[in-house]
């Protein structure tokens, strides 16, 4: 059994989490994806990734005591995007049944990387599993189908 030490995964934004709670919900909401971010971009990646790049460190000792950083694709535009601040999303997660504890949260979270806190992107992910992360489009689905998405 290989027991790793001072051994890290550090992600900036799950799909699962921003697509699917916040852009997905709205943009079947209002047909319009809320743009809290002015110009920055964000990298998101799949929690599936993660998973995998887990385990693949795990079974890999060139990885041990590395620090990983894990980075899907920036978000690419599936939908009208309406821009608006972090503050007039959050009401709108609010106005849509989101606890106000977690839409603050996402109001946090929104301000964070509008100030391009999330604008960067790692070869990790390839490293670890020798093929890209899986990007939006795949991650939502057949023609970017919103209709079957959570």
Request: hydrophobic fraction near 40%; charge should be neutral.
């Amino acid at each position: 059994m290989r027991v790793l030490t001072r051994d890290a995964q550090r992600m900036a934004a799950f799909m699962e989490t921003l697509v699917d709670r916040t852009l997905v919900p709205a943009a079947k909401a209002t047909g319009t994806i809320p743009n809290a971010l002015g110009r920055s971009g964000i990298s998101m990646i799949s929690a599936r990734d993660v998973g995998h790049c887990a385990a693949a460190a795990l079974t890999d000792s060139r990885w041990d005591g590395r620090t990983r950083r894990l980075i899907g694709p920036h978000l690419g535009r599936v939908v009208e995007v309406a821009e608006t601040t972090p503050a007039a999303l959050r009401e709108s997660l609010v106005a849509r049944g989101v606890e106000t504890w977690e839409a603050e949260h996402f109001k946090e979270m929104y301000e964070l990387f509008r100030d391009g806190h999330s604008e960067f992107v790692t070869g990790d992910v390839r490293r670890l599993l020798g093929r890209d992360p899986v990007d939006l489009a795949a991650h939502l689905g057949p023609a970017g189908d919103l209709g079957t998405h959570p």
